[in-house]
């Protein structure tokens, strides 16, 4: 006996719940891959904010001020490598433009911001993702740093029968340092007082005889 088999196709009912059953896939898997995208260009405005912070720092205790923008030719490629293309300081959200960066010379403070995932600037207030960078950190850990020389210098000095009169700027000169330990991590020149053998900075506030002065 034989027996022949009709070959079995998809009906048009069936075809119909299988294109059903992609769109819905589909239609689940769209948002699915933007959300991923969206997570991934906020992990990328955290990092390269938090590597221009770094930078902004590095400029600041080298400089005593922050730069005037981003693009500053002595902070980009010397304190901040922005990558191929200046990638590093190409905002993830702001459609090819750069993060934005505002300077506040009374708190002493640099802001750089992502317009976020509107792609608008909503102000400092308004967005998420930015770092803000106080100059009174490298400020004063640059001042301490110019102190610890010039602590050792100048008991140098002392020790070997040195006048210490006058003020500082043409003290420092008569030591043997350069005209940079004229000023604090602040750009602020140094107070001496010969008779107690007092170096002074006006701290971050650069107005002396507040409470933020540091002293030698």
Do not use: K
């Not at 981003?70 to 959200?93: I, K, N, R, S």
């Not at 007082?193 to 006006?202: E, N, P």
């Amino acid at each position: 006996m034989t027996t022949c088999e009709r070959e079995r196709g998809f009906t048009l009912i069936e075809l119909i719940v299988v294109l059903g059953v992609l769109g819905v896939l589909l239609a689940a898997a769209v948002p699915l891959a933007g959300a991923v995208v969206e997570a991934d260009r906020r992990q990328e405005v955290r990092r390269e904010l938090a590597d221009i912070a770094t930078a902004l720092e590095s400029f600041y205790l080298e400089h005593a001020a922050f730069p005037a923008s981003l693009a500053d030719p002595t902070f980009v490629g010397v304190h901040l490598q922005t990558g191929v293309g200046g990638t590093t300081l190409v905002d993830a959200f702001g459609a090819g433009q750069p993060y934005l960066y505002a300077l506040d010379n009374v708190a002493n403070t640099a802001t750089v911001r992502s317009r976020g995932e509107n792609g608008i600037d909503d102000g400092i207030a308004g967005e998420e993702h930015l770092v803000v960078v106080h100059g009174a950190v490298p400020g004063i850990a640059l001042t301490y740093q110019r102190f610890r020389l010039i602590v050792e210098v100048l008991a140098n000095h002392i020790e070997t029968g040195g006048s210490v009169a006058g003020t500082w700027p043409p003290l420092r000169a008569a030591i043997g340092l350069g005209s940079t330990y004229d000023r604090d991590g602040f750009g602020t020149v140094l107070d001496w007082t010969a008779a107690t053998h007092t170096l002074r900075s006006a701290g971050p506030d650069r107005v002396l005889g507040t409470a933020d002065d540091i002293t030698l």
